[in-house]
Antibody, heavy 125, light 106 residues
């Protein structure tokens, strides 16, 4: 049963870079699938941040693209999120999840599961 | 950008059928997925590819998608089904989530 676990600082100062890592257990990232980051501000809905394929191909939310970098380290079976120039609006629970995606032309079927337990990141001085 | 619209809340009596809608332009031409999130927990996939149930999800959960609307249906709703539900689709190389619906079982 694949498991995902987020790790990283729970407090980040405004204008600095938020960095999180997701460690995957009982499944090799190199075997396939996409791997994604999703966040949820307190009391609000889900927002997709971006996803990465094991080969390193990335897809980002256009609204965050200028500040986001997602990378993968297959030797450690981990993938990471960097979000730069953070503000209080970036305060959220950050989840990592495995993403199944299959595209035929421009039509894609995709879904996320399983998800990590999530980690709260607060942006505050 | 592509938007998915869900009603903020839906109420249902125990044992009755709950329907949660998700609307988007030509959503029926895309694939919809649904997630259940209980307070303090991570989201759980309950429907994928419009109408498929993952292993371990009760048969009372079903989905459909046509026209501009995808629908999550919970038959014989139980108290344990009280949660937030989110729809999700793919559009123009972007993952989109609906705003979420709070299902109350009362």
């Amino acid at each position: 049963q694949v498991q995902l676990q987020e790790s990283g600082p729970g407090l980040v100062k405004p204008s600095e870079t938020l960095s999180l890592t997701c460690t995957v257990s009982d499944y090799s990232i190199s075997s396939g699938y996409y791997w994604g980051w999703i966040r949820q501000p307190p009391g609000k809905g889900l927002e997709w941040i971006g996803s990465i394929y094991h080969s390193g191909s990335t897809y980002y939310n256009p609204s965050l693209k200028s500040r986001v970098t997602i990378s993968v380290d297959t030797s450690k079976n981990q993938f990471s999120l960097n979000l730069s120039s953070v503000t209080a609006a970036d305060t959220a629970v950050y989840y990592c999840a495995r993403e199944f995606r299959d595209c035929s032309g421009t039509r894609c079927r995709n879904w996320f599961g399983p998800w990590g337990q999530g980690t709260l990141v607060t942006v505050s001085s | 950008s592509y938007d998915l619209t869900q009603p903020p809340s839906v109420s249902v009596s125990p044992g009755q059928t709950a329907s949660i809608t998700c609307s988007g332009d030509k959503l029926g031409d895309k694939y919809a997925s649904w997630y259940q999130q209980k307070p303090g927990q991570s989201p759980v996939l309950v429907i994928y590819q419009d109408d498929k149930r993952p292993s371990g999800i009760p048969e009372r959960f079903s989905g459909s998608n046509s026209g501009n609307t995808a629908t999550l249906t919970i038959s014989g709703t139980q108290a344990m089904d009280e949660a937030d539900y989110y729809c999700q689709a793919w559009d123009s190389s972007t993952v989109v989530f609906g705003g979420g619906t709070k299902l109350t079982v009362l």
